[in-house]
C-alpha cells in the first residue's frame, strides 16, 4: 500500500519540533545580575574577593556595585595609610579604592570604571611601606562564562591628585603596561 505524502504543513511541524528538541546554546554572558569576584594566583590557589551587581539602564549599558568581602581581606598600615590586603606569602596584594567620584557605569565593550573600581598595588614581604609604582590594573575581557582580568602595571602616583576631567578614566591604555605571566602572584581576576 503506497502512502500518500506529508503535506507541507507537517513538514513545518516536524521541522519545528526537532528544533524544540534540540539543546540550546548557551547564551552570552551578560551585564546583569551580581556576580562573583575570584583572584586567581599562580600556585593555583583561588580567592573570593567578593562579588559585583549589575543592573541594565538604557542604551545598552549597566550600572555597577562592588562589594568586597572584608573577611578575604587583612589590614595592613603601609605608608601612614591602611590598606585591606590579601597575603599570598609570596606578594602582599592590596585594594586600593579609586578615590575620586565616577559614574559606576559599563558597557560590555568598555569596562574602565570597572577596572579602576580593581586597583591593587603590590608589595613583597621583606619591603617596608607602599609603593604605589608598583600598581596593577586588571584588564577585562568578556567571554561566554563571563568577565577574564589580566594584571597591568600602572603607576599609581597618578591619581594621588585629581584628575583634570572627572567623567573620563585617567589610566588609558598608553598609562599600562603588560605584565609577562607568572610574574605577579595574582595572575587573574574572573567575574563569573
Known sequence: MLRSPIHPR????????LLAAMPIAALPWELEGTK???A???????????????????????????????ARFTDHFLS???????????ELVCHVPY???????VTSKDLAWLEHDLLFLY??????????????YFRFETTEQGLWGRPQAIDLNRISAPPERLDVPPFRPALRDDIAPGTRWIESLTIE
Not at 10 to 17: L, S
Not at 80 to 90: A, L, N, P, S, T
Open 123 to 136: 608589595k613583597l614581604p621583606n619591603e617596608f611601606g607602599a609603593k604605589l609604582w608598583n600598581g596593577l
Open 10 to 17: 507537517r513538514w513545518r511541524c516536524i521541522a519545528w519540533c
Open 40 to 70: 586567581h594566583a599562580r600556585d593555583g590557589r583561588r580567592v573570593v574577593l567578593g562579588s559585583v551587581r549589575f543592573a541594565p539602564l538604557a542604551g545598552g549599558s549597566a550600572s555597577f556595585t562592588l562589594a568586597l568581602d572584608p
Open 99 to 105: 578615590p575620586y567620584a565616577q559614574p559606576r557605569t
Open 80 to 90: 601612614m595609610k591602611e590598606f585591606k590586603c590579601i597575603d599570598g606569602q609570596v
Open 36 to 38: 562573583t569576584i575570584t
